[in-house]
């Protein structure tokens, strides 16, 4: 296939990229190089499938003209470049729109009018959920729950977007549906729920499983806001990147629908509480996080009810934390000297 992967130099974009070129996809990879890892997940990309194997277009989504030329004779489209962090949203409401919400509306419209019909798959976010306002969520010894939601939050549950950043993303969601709906598009939306694994440059506002990781191991200070407590389901790259796949295969039963896409009920974790030990076997020894009050528009709980994408999409995570997050580890040690 011809593919399009905005953000392909980032995390799950440069996966993707190695994915699909491993089995001769042409890939263009759209990204403006704005995130640490970037530089360093395209050198890797190069020395796997070799220079010229791929299409780099150094430019924002913003950037008309070059998202046009980068879309031409797609088939399919894998939206994932964007800002990322609720913090960075708050601070800067306005450029985080720019970004999220009219650069997939661009996108969109790019990917309508370049004449092959692609596939455009976005990828969207738990947070469009909100803090689930109006469910009793219990505090317990290790983590919080919901007992009212055994199988998580389908996606069902009313969009509730309570911060800049859910503002963003939320519409930039919205706007995929209904360019199947007002265009007949073949459009897809993903709410993915705190993936993690190799060529994750972690940082402290997005990323947290590779953030305490990566500060543990190069002696960084970690902060741990509110109880620790807080719990999510986690999902490691190559399933989603199966899910990437099992949309393709079922384009049809997909288009103009939403999924949430995480570890589900079997793959959760509360942020520290669980995971630390978890991190202490790893590393060897017990890191000494410190405190904060919570932050605005931290989720106390949210796990993916991930039934639909079972049932439409015949889609699974079949990695469970404990072996990803080794698999993690390991490749952040035989790459330390990129986070120094």
Request: hydrophobic letters at 40%; glycine letters at 10%; one cysteine or more.
């Amino acid at each position: 296939m011809r593919v399009v992967i905005t953000g392909g130099a980032g995390f799950i974009g440069s996966n993707l990229a190695h994915r699909c070129l491993s089995r001769g996809d042409r890939v263009t990879i759209l990204d403006n190089f704005s995130r640490a890892g970037s530089e360093a997940n395209v050198a890797w990309l190069e020395e796997q499938h070799g220079k010229g194997s791929f299409r780099l277009v150094r430019a924002s989504v913003l950037n008309r003209r070059a998202v046009a030329s980068a879309v031409e004779g797609a088939e399919l489209v894998v939206h994932l470049a964007g800002q990322v962090a609720v913090t960075s949203s708050l601070a800067d409401p306005l450029g985080d729109f720019r970004d999220n919400a009219f650069g997939t509306l661009a996108l969109l419209e790019a990917a309508r009018r370049s004449g092959r019909d692609p596939i455009f798959i976005y990828a969207s976010t738990n947070k469009v959920y909100g803090n689930l306002e109006g469910l009793p969520i219990h505090e317990e010894e290790t983590r919080y729950t919901l007992p009212s939601r055994p199988f998580g939050i389908d996606e069902r549950q009313p969009l509730d977007l309570a911060s800049p950043y859910a503002c963003s993303k939320g519409c930039g969601d919205q706007y995929t549906l209904d360019w199947a709906r007002s265009y007949g598009m073949r459009t897809v939306v993903l709410r993915q729920s705190c993936v993690y694994g190799p060529r994750q440059f972690g940082v402290e506002d997005q990323g947290w499983l590779a953030w305490f990781m990566i500060a543990s191991l190069t002696h960084r200070p970690i902060t741990i806001y509110g109880t620790g407590k807080q719990v999510r389901d986690v999902l490691y790259v190559d399933d989603l990147l199966d899910a990437y796949d099992a949309v393709v295969k079922n384009i049809q039963l997909a288009q103009g629908k939403a999924f949430n896409v995480g570890g589900g009920p079997a793959n959760t974790l509360s942020v520290w509480v669980e995971f630390e030990p978890m991190l202490a076997a790893l590393l060897g020894r017990r890191p000494s996080p410190r405190y904060a009050p919570p932050r605005r528009g931290d989720q106390r709980y949210y796990v993916s009810d991930i039934r639909r994408a079972a049932e439409l999409l015949d889609w699974r995570p079949s990695v469970p934390p404990a072996h990803g997050m080794e698999r993690l580890f390991r490749w952040l040690v035989d790459n330390r000297r990129l986070f120094r």
